[in-house]
T-cell receptor
Framework: GAGVSQSPSNKVTEKGKDVELRCDPI?????LYWYRQSLGQGLEFLIY????????KSGLPSDRFSAERTGGSVSTLTIQRTQQEDSAVYLC??????????????FGEGSWLTVV | QKEVEQDPGPLSVPEGAIVSLNCTYS??????FMWYRQYSRKGPELLMY????GNKEDGRFTAQVDKSSKYISLFIRDSQPSDSATYLC???????????FGSGTKLNVKP
C-alpha cells in the first residue's frame, strides 16, 4: 500500500491476556519505529529497527513488551500479560534510508488498545 | 527536564487568524526538526521538515528554527477550521534511531 498499515485498528483485551499488533511499513523503507501515545501525552519511543542491524530496544517499558521484524519488512509488537496501564495508541512509523528525506518518519493510523 | 517542551494548549483562535506554535528543546545535537498534525483518532501526519536553522515555507505554513535559542516555531496564516488538530513538534540528531516529540498543542479554529 501507499502508507504505513497497522492492524488491528482497535483491540479490547482482558487484563492478563497477550496481544499482538502488526505493522506493514511503506515499501522500500528500511527503518521502522514503534511509539506509544497515551491519552493527553506525547509520543513515547519504544523500539527502532534499521535493516539487518540489531534493534534499539531502549524504549521498551518492561520485559512484557517485545517486537520483531521479519524479512526487513513487517513488524509485530507483542505485549504479554497486559495491564490496564498498557492502554494506549500504538503507532508504527517507517522511514527511508539516507537522503534528505531520510530524517523524516511517516506514521500509520495506530492500533488503539484498551485493556479492561 | 524533558528533551522537548511544548505548551499543550488548548489554543483557540478565530478563522483567518495567524497561529504561532512553539517548542523548546535542550539537546544541542538536534539537527532535524519536524512538525506533525494529528486529527482526532488518526496517526500523526508530516507537515513540515527543516534541517538546521532557518525558515521554510509551504503554502500557509512557515517553519522556523533558531538553534542558538533552541526554539522552533510553526506559523499558520489564514487559519481555517480544518486546521483544528493537535500539532506535534519532533526532532532528531544525526543518529536516526530516535525522534523526540513534544506533547502536542491542541488548536481549535473557530468559524
Amino acid at each position: 500500500g501507499a502508507g504505513v498499515s497497522q492492524s488491528p485498528s482497535n483491540k479490547v483485551t482482558e487484563k492478563g491476556k497477550d496481544v499482538e499488533l502488526r505493522c506493514d511499513p511503506i515499501s522500500g523503507h528500511t527503518a521502522l519505529y514503534w511509539y506509544r501515545q497515551s491519552l493527553g501525552q506525547g509520543l513515547e519511543f519504544l523500539i527502532y529497527f534499521q535493516g539487518n542491524s540489531a534493534p534499539d530496544k531502549s524504549g521498551l517499558p518492561s520485559d512484557r513488551f517485545s517486537a520483531e521484524r521479519t524479512g526487513g519488512s513487517v513488524s509485530t509488537l507483542t505485549i504479554q500479560r497486559t495491564q490496564q496501564e498498557d492502554s494506549a495508541v500504538y503507532l508504527c512509523a517507517s522511514s527511508p534510508e539516507g537522503g534528505t528525506s531520510g530524517n523524516t518518519i511517516y506514521f500509520g493510523e495506530g492500533s488503539w488498545l484498551t485493556v479492561v | 527536564q524533558k528533551e522537548v517542551e511544548q505548551d499543550p494548549g488548548p489554543l483557540s483562535v478565530p478563522e483567518g487568524a495567524i497561529v504561532s506554535l512553539n517548542c523548546t528543546y535542550s539537546n544541542s545535537a538536534f539537527q532535524y526538526f519536524m512538525w506533525y498534525r494529528q486529527y482526532s483518532r488518526k496517526g500523526p501526519e508530516l507537515l513540515m521538515y527543516t534541517y538546521s536553522s532557518g525558515n521554510k515555507e509551504d503554502g500557509r505554513f512557515t517553519a522556523q528554527v533558531d538553534k542558538s535559542s533552541k526554539y522552533i516555531s510553526l506559523f499558520i496564516r489564514d487559519s481555517q477550521p480544518s486546521d483544528s488538530a493537535t500539532y506535534l513538534c519532533a526532532m532528531s540528531g544525526n543518529n536516526f534511531n530516535k525522534f523526540y516529540f513534544g506533547s502536542g498543542t491542541k488548536l481549535n479554529v473557530k468559524p
